[in-house]
């Protein structure tokens, strides 16, 4: 974070602070009436003080003396009038990084847990906890991946799927699965995901991918496999995603199945270009798409979660300055920034567990998937950054593409929209206000879980459930809490009813299309999952 912000941000909050003298009084009066009141042991602020090993003594009173801290802490920095909004929020996230810091769950002499293991296994646990906590520090410090990575190797344990790289550039390598039904949709559906991590989200293990999903539904997809870049692409902006990604896949698609439409797939920030796109195409008339479905992928930035917090004009000239000596910013860099909005479940609960309690969860797919992070090009990051987060000029009706400014309201596809609802990085109320930019056929899901876990939401997978909302075409808005007014939730994972949008909007079934179009130069380069999501 920019120093310059945060100096701004506690200056601010210091002089409007010290013009109320009459606050702190007030905050006391308010501290002994909720110290007062009875309240259910088993519950805290941190979730994880909260149970039953924490309710005897000692540990129940460094719990309150810990909560009664942060309780007042929060409340002399919050809400401080004349306080400018943003420099509040930045503020209210220092204090809580400390409180998370000093929790009582962080430090083995206050956890109960921690304590009865060391005092079982004669604290073999902290023994064990310190060489793997070592360990960790030596494979970061040397940029090795977390231990464990290596039993989900792409094209071996994950990205399984059966396909054929079809064409390659110097972004991005396209990929058209195999089909496995004698018969598909006529329409194909294209897929694209966010290049902030590799594509194969969508294709972990063969129990849950939803590219996989799709093709045993007689779709045919292609997917688009990014180039993690290095120092020698710091120039590429986000027309070249739009020109190398986007535009260069739906030229290839076209050569391959000539004369039909496209369905388009977009996950986070491949769904922000995707809408970008679609809205550069209706300006151009240019029809070549039948329908875009966007998952948890933001177009208006107004409210864009606590990743707003390093967004604003400090920071964003720190981290163009870091960027400009790197060319990009580091997969770590962007893995600090995202650990930092959930430190206690990203940070310190890892930390006990592997230090403390000497224990190391078993890695699963997807957690191996968020290990294998990828770079982000100078230019293409700070003008993201810029343009979307800062302005908001999409959402605003001044984003330019090709030199000239789009509108999502010329969009006029049949859209589906997927919000997931405890998501922290793009929060599905943000998600939900395309709604507003945007007139045309809506169906609105919002599904349980969070960005990642969300999404990868397998049919059978536990806990699931779904919202879904249809809007007709010009049809009247419907406020979020409407939404869940209005809508009902179904159990189980939202994959069907996206399947079933989707094959009533595809055609009907045909024999398989070639696998490229070798005629046509576009043979075949190599198998799935392709060389670029083996770059590091």
């Not at 004669?122 to 070592?134: E, R």
């Amino acid at each position: 974070m920019s120093p310059a912000a945060l100096m701004l941000a506690w200056s601010d909050w210091a002089v409007h602070f010290a013009t109320q003298p009459g606050r702190g009084a007030s905050l006391a009066l308010h501290q002994a009436l909720h110290q007062a009141l009875p309240r259910d042991e088993t519950q805290a602020h941190d979730p994880r003080l909260a149970g039953q090993d924490w309710a005897p003594w000692p540990f129940c009173a460094y719990r309150e003396a810990f909560e009664a801290l942060g309780r007042r802490l929060l409340e002399l920095v919050g809400d401080v009038p004349g306080v400018d909004r943003h420099h509040g929020q930045l503020v209210v996230f220092t204090v809580r990084q400390w409180l998370e810091m000093v929790s009582p769950a962080n430090f083995p002499a206050t956890h109960p847990q921690v304590l009865m293991k060391t005092a079982a296994t004669a604290g073999m646990n902290l023994s064990t906890g310190a060489l793997q906590g070592t360990q960790d520090l030596l494979r970061a410090a040397l940029g090795m991946p977390p231990d464990g990575s290596e039993r989900f190797r792409p094209g071996h344990e994950v990205a399984l799927t059966p396909g054929k790289v079809i064409m390659r550039n110097e972004l991005v390598e396209l990929i058209q699965y195999a089909p496995s039904t004698p018969t598909v949709h006529a329409e194909p559906v294209l897929v694209v995901s966010a290049w902030i991590m590799k594509y194969y989200v969508l294709d972990l293990s063969p129990r849950n991918s939803l590219i996989r999903y799709l093709v045993g539904q007689g779709h045919t997809v292609f997917a688009i496999s990014w180039k993690n870049p290095d120092a020698s692409d710091a120039g590429l902006g986000m027309d070249d995603y739009l020109r190398l990604g986007m535009r260069a896949s739906l030229d290839a698609i076209e050569t391959v199945m000539p004369g039909h439409r496209v369905h388009a797939l977009g996950y986070c920030l491949g769904g922000t270009l995707m809408a970008i796109a679609a809205a550069a195409m209706a300006r151009d008339r240019d029809d070549r798409l039948a329908s875009l479905a966007l998952l948890a992928a933001q177009t208006d930035f107004t409210e864009p979660g606590e990743i707003g917090l390093f967004i604003d004009e400090s920071q964003l000239a720190f981290l163009e300055d870091v960027m400009a000596n790197q060319g990009f910013l580091s997969a770590t860099q962007m893995a600090a920034a995202f650990q930092s909005l959930r430190p206690g479940d990203l940070i310190w609960a890892p930390w006990v567990r592997t230090w403390l309690l000497g224990e190391r969860p078993a890695l699963n797919d997807l957690m191996a998937w968020n290990a294998d992070g990828t770079r982000m090009p100078y230019r293409m990051h700070a003008d993201y950054l810029r343009s979307l987060f800062l302005d908001n000029a999409l959402a605003e009706g001044h984003y330019l593409v090709d030199g000239r400014p789009v509108s999502l309201g010329d969009i006029d596809l049949p859209v589906f929209l997927l919000g997931t609802r405890t998501d922290h990085v793009a929060p599905w109320r943000s998600v939900y206000k395309f709604s507003l930019l945007c007139d045309a056929e809506l169906s609105f899901v919002l599904t349980e879980g969070g960005h990642n876990a969300g999404i990868v939401s397998e049919p059978g997978h536990a806990h699931r459930s779904f919202r879904m909302l249809h809007r007709p075409r010009h049809g009247p808005y419907v406020a979020p809490d409407e939404f869940l007014d209005r809508s009902r939730e179904v159990e189980g994972s939202w994959w069907p009813a996206f399947q079933q949008w989707l094959a009533a909007r595809s055609g009907p079934r045909r024999r398989p299309p070639a696998m490229g179009a070798p005629r046509r130069g576009l043979a075949a380069l190599c198998d799935a999952p392709g060389t670029y999501v083996l770059m590091h």
